[in-house]
């Protein structure tokens, strides 16, 4: 049954078509503020569900879409999915009110802005909210192509363009292996619902189908939430509008990824190789992003690279939580630390990471450029944006009393416990994780400074400015402050997400380990002088001495520079598959209807063929057959030797006579076999087709040499065969193997009964597929009123062109 909350999670889409129509209708209003009523309501609608998913709590509602294929839309909101929709609605209000002062209603295309952006949020909502993997994966792409849209909004730039081609085609590849895992793990367990999945992994687990499927997800994950080395796509985003930035960076696209893996977690898990493939890249992702970010000097370069950074964080620490699971209960299983670190972050994150995009958008707004190079000095005429970088800068390098410490201290906290976990080498091998963590958060704190620093302090350089600054007006700023305002709340209170939001979103990434009681989550400032503590020092201390002497350090990347392996190699294999494709093109390609036949005809056989005997389906039962008249072999002698004529002719006269003698013995075949309508209408169109073409006989231009060739004739009699012997083939084949009964019985029986005609080919051309002879008609009118739109251009003048 459709309920409300179906319509909620489609009600962006459906206000999507209504976009268009208040932007031409009402342009006096901007379009934001319509837009804006969307989010909100959405928003609060799903604030009701905080007590249904309280505990391990859910609510799911079915709507049958191709129940005989097992896919329905299936809206299923648990902990996990609640999480992620209030990000999406919450940060979603906060964005497109941002994006009512950030974007002109004069000069900006808003009409196609807030279509594709609310296409975005409706594909998130539904991506997040499906407990059908098919289902799933539909509102997968349509993140894709709406990012896409999105990306390249100014499309008449051609960073914009390419960017925007760049995300699509990484992301759609990962979305094509995820598909293909998702197949894989409908096939073992016979349902594409991920709660039947989930009951059923411990089929899924013994299948040799486990590992394949969970590599190709984790593909899907990792390119969508822009993974090493997937992450190349996402620099190469910013090309977009701050407000899409602010949105895909701090709740939604690149999320899914981290969505796809928490909420396969259960279900994959138990192996290691998820355990040190999720830790792996994440840790990699985090260290890699945090070091191309100090090399960075655009402000939303710098924020492109923290996402990158911040994203890997938080996929470790999924992947460090995966041990979890390897415990019957929450009782002494200090490794559900680190999924509630996870979670916690992912708030956070969208916390502070959306202020700190809208901030550079206000900067680049009111200053014209974004290059810290030529930025400084700004605290005193932008105070309240250098307070929102303050707050959200700081946040971000884990500093206090703000929500990112709280979260950075409990990742580095199962960083260091995960080195006892007596499992997969953790406790040799794992040394290494507490140390790629603490080298990464150096460099995280060292371009958090540089955003707030190289920004707003030092000398002003307004002859560098292609404006003159000021602070922003204040409803741009109401966004960003609303954002940091939480960055403080939470890191003060941070308790007041654990029951609500925080266990409930645990319980869905840890069912079982939720059913033997409570995770006791308890987020505090002070552990007393633990490793997390000192490593917090020496990240504070050496980040320092690596800020302060940037300008030495910025030295080295001359003897290394950047590196564009990944980007080179996109580039040269974009390259290669265009070149590659446009000579396949050239050769293939040759403008002759006789070439594409072959083309057909030969793939038709060989499939065909290939099904026919590859699946054993080829029997042969001669004991039902019809014995062969004198007349039929006679008429089939007379089709073989004039399709022959046709064939190798070199004169049109003789094909045009061939061809009729085809066409008039089949329908003397449909006289034999009792069928006078099909007869007539056969007789009709041969007698058309053969006057036809002897009229037009005068007009037909010379034979090509090409026809005369042996060669050219020895083609077609090769593929007529292979044709013919297919057809004889398969129809022998069918002929022979009664599954079902025959359908003509019960046209025979209901024809006069059903429909009051005796002539049974009438009724069913009229009566039982008359739809079906409907749309025929309709077909042959609009074919003939092409027909007589071209006789009348040409008439009108085109003769003489």
């Known amino acids: 049954m459709f309920t409300i909350l179906h319509l909620a999670i489609i009600a962006p889409f459906l206000a999507a078509v209504l976009v268009p129509l208040l932007y031409k209708f009402i342009p006096r209003i901007h379009t934001g503020w319509f837009v804006l009523i969307i989010p909100i309501i959405l928003f609060s609608y799903f604030l009701s569900y905080l007590p249904d998913v309280s505990g391990t709590g859910s609510v799911m509602k079915t709507f049958e879409w191709i129940p005989s294929l097992g896919v329905n839309y299936i809206a299923y909101v648990d902990g996990l999915g609640l999480l992620f929709a209030l990000l999406i609605?919450?940060?979603?209000?906060?964005?497109?009110?941002?994006?009512?002062?950030?974007?002109?209603?004069?000069?900006?295309?808003?009409?196609?802005?807030?279509?594709?952006?609310?296409?975005?949020?409706?594909?998130?909502?539904g991506l997040t909210l499906s407990d059908n993997l098919i289902v799933l994966y539909t509102f997968w792409e349509i993140t894709s192509i709406s990012s896409f849209l999105l990306i390249s909004y100014w499309y008449t730039k051609e960073k914009s363009r390419y960017g925007a081609l760049k995300s699509l085609l990484i992301t759609v590849m990962g979305g094509f292996a995820l598909l293909v895992g998702f197949v894989l793990i409908a096939s073992v367990t016979g349902t594409y619902s991920i709660r039947g999945i989930l009951d059923a992994s411990d089929q899924l687990a013994d299948s040799p189908l486990f590992l394949p499927a969970m590599l190709l997800i984790l593909l899907g994950a990792f390119t969508k939430s822009?993974?090493?080395?997937?992450?190349?796509?996402?620099?190469?985003?910013?090309?977009a509008p701050t407000p899409v930035s602010a949105y895909l960076h701090s709740a939604t696209m690149v999320k899914a990824g981290i969505y796809l893996v928490a909420r396969m977690t259960p279900l994959f898990a138990v192996s290691a190789y998820w355990f040190w493939l999720v830790t792996g890249f994440g840790l990699l992702t985090l260290i890699w992003g945090s070091l191309s970010?100090?090399?960075?000097?655009?402000?939303k370069g710098i924020l492109a690279y923290s996402t990158v950074s911040q994203l890997g964080m938080i996929l470790s620490m999924l992947g460090a939580g995966a041990a979890a699971l390897h415990y019957d209960s929450v009782d002494n299983n200090a490794y559900t630390l680190a999924v509630a670190a996870a979670v916690f972050h992912l708030i956070n994150h969208a916390t502070y990471k959306g202020s700190l995009f809208m901030m550079v958008g206000i900067i680049d707004h009111e200053t014209g450029t974004r290059d810290i190079r030529r930025l400084g000095g700004l605290m005193t005429l932008m105070p309240i944006s250098f307070t929102i970088a303050v707050i959200g800068g700081f946040s971000m390098a884990g500093l206090p009393p703000f929500n990112g410490f709280l979260s950075k201290e409990m990742f580095f906290m199962s960083m260091v416990e995960i080195t006892h976990f007596p499992q997969y080498g953790a406790e040799s091998i794992g040394i290494l994780l507490p140390i790629v963590a603490w080298t990464a958060s150096v460099f995280t704190f060292v371009y958090c400074m540089m955003i707030v620093f190289r920004t707003f302090t030092g000398k002003i350089q307004k002859e560098?400015?292609?404006?003159?600054?000021?602070?922003?007006?204040?409803?741009?700023?109401?966004?960003?402050?609303?954002?940091?305002?939480?960055v403080v709340f939470i890191g003060f209170f941070p308790n007041t997400l654990v029951p609500a939001i925080i266990e409930p979103a645990m319980a869905s990434i840890m069912p079982e380990l939720a059913q033997t009681g409570s995770f006791g989550v308890d987020i505090y400032f002070w552990h007393g002088f633990t490793p997390e503590l000192f490593m917090t020092i020496g990240v504070v201390l050496l980040g320092t001495g690596i800020f302060l002497a940037l300008q030495k350090w910025n030295k080295m990347h001359a003897v290394f520079p950047e590196n564009r392996l990944f980007n080179q190699?996109?580039?040269?294999?974009?390259?290669?598959?265009?070149?590659?494709?446009h000579a396949l093109m050239s050769w293939h390609m040759t403008g002759l209807v006789r070439d594409y036949f072959i083309y057909i005809f030969s793939f038709t056989v060989v499939l065909l063929l290939f099904s026919l005997f590859g699946t054993g389906a080829f029997t042969i039962d001669v004991e039902n057959m019809v014995p062969v008249s004198p007349y039929?072999?006679?008429?089939?002698?007379?089709?073989?030797?004039?399709?022959?004529?046709?064939m190798f002719t070199r004169s049109r006269l003789k094909a045009v006579i061939s061809l009729g003698v085809l066409g008039y013995t089949v329908a003397?075949?449909?006289?034999?076999?009792?069928?006078?309508?099909?007869?007539?209408?056969?007789?009709?169109?041969?007698t058309v087709s053969v006057t036809l073409f002897l009229l037009c006989f005068y007009h037909f231009p010379q034979i090509f040499d090409a026809l005369k060739e042996t060669k050219f004739h020895t083609a077609n009699?090769?593929?007529?065969?292979?044709?013919?012997?297919?057809?004889t083939l398969i129809g022998l084949s069918a002929s022979g193997t009664r599954l079902f009964p025959a359908i003509s019985d019960y046209f025979l029986e209901n024809s006069y009964k059903e429909a009051g005609g005796n002539n049974v080919v009438n009724v069913i051309l009229v009566d039982f597929r008359g739809f079906d002879t409907l749309l025929e008609i309709l077909v042959l009118g609009i074919a003939s009123l092409g027909v007589y739109s071209l006789i009348k251009l040409r008439l009108a003048g085109g003769e003489n062109k």
Do not use: C
């Open 293 to 299: 970010a100090i090399r960075q000097t655009d402000l």
């Open 569 to 581: 190699a996109y580039n040269r294999s974009l390259e290669g598959l265009d070149r590659s494709s």
């Open 226 to 239: 822009a993974q090493f080395p997937f992450h190349i796509w996402l620099p190469d985003a910013m090309e």
């Open 668 to 686: 003397l075949f449909f006289v034999l076999f009792r069928a006078p309508d099909l007869a007539l209408t056969q007789l009709t169109i041969e």
């Open 89 to 125: 609605t919450g940060i979603g209000a906060l964005v497109v009110l941002y994006s009512i002062y950030y974007l002109d209603k004069h000069k900006e295309q808003l009409n196609n802005f807030y279509t594709y952006l609310l296409l975005f949020m409706g594909a998130m909502l």
């Open 717 to 727: 009699f090769v593929i007529s065969v292979a044709v013919g012997l297919t057809v």
């Open 632 to 646: 039929e072999a006679i008429l089939s002698l007379v089709l073989v030797g004039s399709s022959l004529i046709l």
């Open 464 to 486: 560098k400015l292609p404006a003159k600054p000021h602070e922003a007006p204040f409803g741009m700023l109401l966004s960003p402050l609303i954002l940091v305002a939480l």
